[in-house]
Antibody, heavy 121, light 107 residues
Framework: QVQLVESGGGVVQPGGSLRLSCATS????????MHWVRQAPGKELEWLAF????????FYADSVKGRVTISRDMSKNTLFLQMNSLKAEDTALFYC??????????????WGQGTLVTVSS | DIQMTQSPSIVSASVGDRVTMTCRAS??????LAWYQQKPGTAPKLLIY???NLQNGVPSRFSGSGSGTDFTLTITNLQPEDFATYFCQQASGFPRTFGQGTKVEIK
């Protein structure tokens, strides 16, 4: 079955960096677009980034543009989110999610369980 | 950015009830809308995509309608497992944006 497992979260100081990973299995990773979505405690969902199936299209939310990079490793069926210059307001549960299309980036049909990022001094 | 506004924020209902909630987009998004269910401590689950298409495995008591700027999610014959928070999400343009959620609680 489809599985998405995030890792890499933790406590980091303001200005620090983290690299989140999302290990996938149960589907052909190379034909699906992928997203990162976050949710601050008690808050609504916030879409962050999308990468197309082949990595040629990438889109970012303004709130993280220039500070994060989405990437994927086809050989390892893994999605990444490199986050730099972290701020307190980045504290959230970060989810990876599969898009049911290759390059449309429209919806999220499978989600991981999330990895918690806490930005605090 | 396209703003998504959901109402009501909370709806109190009983098992067996019919529940309706709405989502309004700040501009025309055609049928590019999805609905998700989220229970505490778990990831969201896709229920409806393209405004009215039921995701595989989702019970038929869930239905979606609307186009343009106004959309509705209806749950008929509410079941105990349906008490959760429901989010809408527009898929018309980047950035993808979500509504603030409607919580369905036990009356």
């Amino acid at each position: 079955q489809v599985q998405l497992v995030e890792s890499g979260g933790g406590v980091v100081q303001p200005g620090g960096s983290l690299r989140l990973s999302c290990a996938t299995s149960g589907f052909l990773f190379t034909v699906y677009g992928m997203h990162w979505v976050r949710q601050a405690p008690g808050k609504e969902l916030e879409w962050l980034a999308f990468i197309s199936h082949d990595g040629t299209k990438r889109f970012y939310a303004d709130s993280v543009k220039g500070r994060v990079t989405i990437s994927r490793d086809m050989s390892k069926n893994t999605l990444f989110l490199q986050m730099n210059s972290l701020k307190a307001e980045d504290t959230a549960l970060f989810y990876c999610a599969r898009d049911p299309s290759a390059a449309g980036g429209h919806y999220f049909d499978y989600w991981g369980q999330g990895t918690l990022v806490t930005v605090s001094s | 950015d396209i703003q998504m506004t959901q109402s009501p924020s909370i709806v109190s209902a009983s098992v067996g009830d019919r529940v309706t909630m709405t989502c309004r987009a700040s501009q025309d998004i055609s049928s590019w809308l999805a609905w998700y269910q989220q229970k505490p401590g778990t990831a969201p689950k896709l229920l409806i995509y393209s405004a009215s298409n039921l995701q595989n495995g989702v019970p038929s008591r869930f239905s979606g309608s609307g186009s343009g700027t106004d959309f509705t999610l209806t749950i008929t014959n509410l079941q105990p497992e349906d008490f959760a928070t429901y989010f809408c999400q527009q898929a018309s343009g980047f950035p993808r944006t979500f509504g603030q959620g409607t919580k369905v609680e036990i009356k």
